[in-house]
């Protein structure tokens, strides 16, 4: 034992002079917090497990030692210890044998911590020495590295075992832990906890904030967390500050905001935790290869669980199949620009910004002056405004040309890119009216056509209200959208496609510029099945929304096997285990959709529900309960014509003299115009009775009678 002891002291000497030591964090063959004395089991099965030392590395994250004074009790796998690949239940010697003995303990502690082990022997020329890691509840793995280690080396190699987040399920699971933790432990208000999220993840793309922040606790983690945020800020604004005084206002609201999250004192003892499981879970994330707006599904995340942010401040954020839709619908390329006027979390910008980069990849020219120069928004509340450029920034956007202010601002007038010129594209979701007082949608659907290039195109999430009311106020602003845009189309989209908030939108497609003739025929479509079920107030896709490429036909046939490891890549980039979905005979979407091979990749592909959608708005062709066209002139003197007609009968009925009657009529149906007809699908398609069956009508029954009782 004598000589165990002294073999223990040269190595734990080597340790404890790496950078980063701290003895307070060091127990040698005793332990004193309950909760790790609980795991540790002895050896021999009965009593206290006592390892020859316990360092703890973090509040959630220990780090083990085992050593014997020869190799001979190194493994009872031999001499050489364990493979990488070993089976970790196959050690049974943890009395004897050092690795055996760390996984013993390893076996133990993982029940609540995440654990690094390290099993040591001294040689004639050093130590054989084995390192094996763990999260928490994970599998045991031997690392590949035969030497001693720092601290923030047994930190990062914990870090490593923590799969990134990329999928929406995913980032929706880890949303859920850390939202409740700024909750609970923070007491974080719901608006700043999506910009300590954000203000951590720009602060960890500063290598020396990266590699050292465990080395700080409290106040000074504060600090050097703003220090990162700042140096990241100012390296990405460094090219443009002194050509554009906008870039050091947008680096003083920024800094403004994480000051005023960061730096308050709920934050202080809690903030490395925020850090490590940001770092381990998302910081990795490969998320600028997706449209995926990761920032604004946080935001969404949190405003979930509150009715504060979303009532009292109109936010609704869109959903990010529905932002990636845009993207295809716009068809941006070299040589366009792209605009938001109501930015929120940047979701439009980063979806298009992801369909330029698929485009135009490889082209390295064309891709560094389209991230440079492409993409502007404006955003008027401070905390989306912060997120939306720490969003573009992490995306790899060059500037983030993104203003802060009220797009009604008379600054705005000329906003354009200074490559590209004026938008050719201007994309929003508008805060949606609250208040007599607020703007309405429709002033925000005016002002983004005023501010777009002539020809081009404004495409827009509303409300139903805005295309269906026959108020004389939004009749009034949709007279004056015609007399100097074309309503392109309209798309009634699903219901519960923003179910916070319980708001029934449609998409307005716009031609800027191009004043809405007689002659022109709007587009209306029905596009209320997006392949996405509510379920707990979430969607999730049932159907693909994707496109889905695989490159071998029986990989099409064996997604559904649960007992397969391969997974489905979808033409967005998002990985879909295969396991999540369900047997390929009780999935509707497939039945009947061939394969077919996509001429760009030789894979073999099903067609998703955007494409469909895309094409169909291209086309345009019209389908019973789906879409058709509507000249909107003739429309409304169809309807006044039919509406002075009932009119007369029913004067004529009460007695009046038909000229009289004629004349009255003509007098009370004046109203009727383009802007005061209904702009939507279902008042224009004729119902699909060949699909009805006792089974269908039936389901339908059953579903409104469980809203009727939902809804009391």
């Known amino acids: ?419 590209f010129g004026k938008p050719k594209v201007t994309f929003l979701n508008p805060p949606y009216s609250q208040k007599k007082k607020d703007e309405h949608e429709l002033d925000f659907i005016a002002r983004a056509c005023e501010l777009t290039k002539y020809g081009g195109n404004v495409i827009a999430i509303v409300p139903m209200s805005c295309v269906c009311e026959q108020n004389k106020e939004t009749v009034a602003k949709r007279s004056t959208l015609l007399e100097k845009n074309t309503l392109t189309a309209v798309m009634s989209m699903p219901d519960g496609l923003f179910p916070t908030v319980g708001t029934v939108t449609c998409v307005i497609v716009l031609t800027a510029g191009i004043a809405h003739n007689d002659k022109t025929e709007s587009w209306f479509a029905y596009w209320k099945n997006d392949g996405f079920k509510l379920k707990k107030n979430v969607r999730n896709e049932a159907e693909p929304w994707y496109d889905i490429q695989k490159r071998e036909p029986e990989e099409i046939e064996q997604i559904q096997d649960p007992t397969k490891k391969e997974k489905l890549q979808a033409s967005n980039g998002w990985v879909y285990p295969a396991n999540t979905w369900q047997p390929l005979e009780k999935m509707e979407w497939v039945k009947g959709k061939k394969p077919t091979k996509d001429p760009s990749t030789g894979n073999l592909l099903i067609k998703g529900k955007e494409s469909q959608w895309v094409y169909d708005f291209f086309n345009q062709k019209e389908k019973v309960q789906y879409g058709t066209k509507v000249n909107l002139f003739h429309k409304a003197g169809e309807l006044k014509e039919q509406s002075i007609a009932d009119e007369v009968e029913e004067l004529i009925q009460d007695g009046k003299h038909p000229e009289i009657a004629k004349q009255k009529a003509i007098g009370k149906n004046q109203h009727w115009s383009p802007a005061y007809i209904e702009w939507c699908a279902e008042a224009y398609l004729e119902t699909d009775y060949s699909q009805l069956t006792q089974e269908v009508f039936e389901d339908a029954l059953k579903e409104y009678a469980i809203h009727l009782l939902r809804s009391k």
């Not at 196959?90 to 993982?110: C, Q, R, S, T, W």
């Not at 399920?169 to 880890?174: D, G, L, P, S, T």
């Not at 990795?284 to 504060?308: I, M, P, Q, R, V």
């Not at 920034?393 to 600054?411: A, E, P, R, V």
């Open 1 to 419: 034992m004598k000589s165990e002891a002294t073999h223990a002291q040269k190595l734990f000497f080597e340790f404890e002079s790496k950078d980063g030591y701290d003895r307070d964090r060091t127990e040698y063959q005793t332990v004193t917090n309950p909760e790790i004395a609980r795991l540790l089991t002895s050896k021999s099965g009965s009593g206290k497990g006592k390892p020859e030392m316990v360092y703890q590395l973090g509040a959630n994250d220990l780090l083990v030692w085992e050593i014997k004074q020869t190799v001979k009790d190194f493994s009872s796998h031999g001499p050489s210890g364990a493979d990488l690949g070993f089976q970790e239940n196959n050690f049974p010697k943890p009395k004897e044998m050092a690795e055996d003995g760390v996984i013993h303990y390893m076996n133990g502690l993982k029940k609540s911590f995440n654990v690094v082990g390290v099993a040591a022997a001294p040689t004639t020329n050093g130590w054989k020495i084995s390192t094996f890691r763990t999260k928490q509840s994970g599998r045991i793995e031997k690392v590949d590295t035969k030497k001693i280690l720092s601290p923030v080396e047994y930190l990062n190699l914990i870090d490593e075992t923590f799969a990134t987040k990329e999928t929406p399920a995913e980032i929706q699971e880890f949303s859920a832990k850390l939202h409740n933790f700024l909750r609970d432990e923070m007491k974080l208000p719901e608006a700043e906890k999506p910009l300590l999220v954000s203000g951590v993840m720009v602060a960890l793309q500063d290598d020396a904030f990266y590699r050292n922040f465990r080395d700080y606790e409290g106040e000074p983690l504060q600090e050097q967390t703003l220090i990162a945020i700042k140096n990241v800020l100012e390296e990405k604004t460094a090219k443009t500050r002194n050509k554009k005084k906008g870039q050091v206002q947008k680096l003083d609201v920024m800094m403004s905001a994480y000051k005023r999250v960061i730096g308050k004192e709920a934050t202080k003892e809690k903030l490395k935790w925020v850090i490590i499981e940001i770092k381990r879970n998302l910081h990795n994330a490969d998320y600028h290869k997706h449209n995926f707006d990761l920032l604004g599904h946080f935001y969404g995340e949190f405003l979930k669980y509150s009715g504060g942010d979303k009532k009292g401040l109109g936010i609704v954020l869109t959903p990010n199949h529905i932002t990636s839709l845009f993207a295809r619908i716009a068809n941006l390329e070299y040589g366009d620009c792209a605009l938001d006027t109501c930015t929120g979390t940047a979701g439009f910008l980063i979806a298009a910004m992801a369909h330029m980069k698929a485009k135009y990849e490889g082209d390295n020219k064309k891709l560094d002056e389209i991230l440079k120069d492409a993409f502007l928004g404006i955003e008027f509340d401070e905390t989306n405004y912060t997120l939306a450029c720490a969003n573009m920034l992490l995306q790899g956007d060059g500037k983030s040309n993104i203003k802060h202010g009220n797009c009604f601002d008379k600054g705005f007038d000329n906003i354009q890119s200074e490559t």
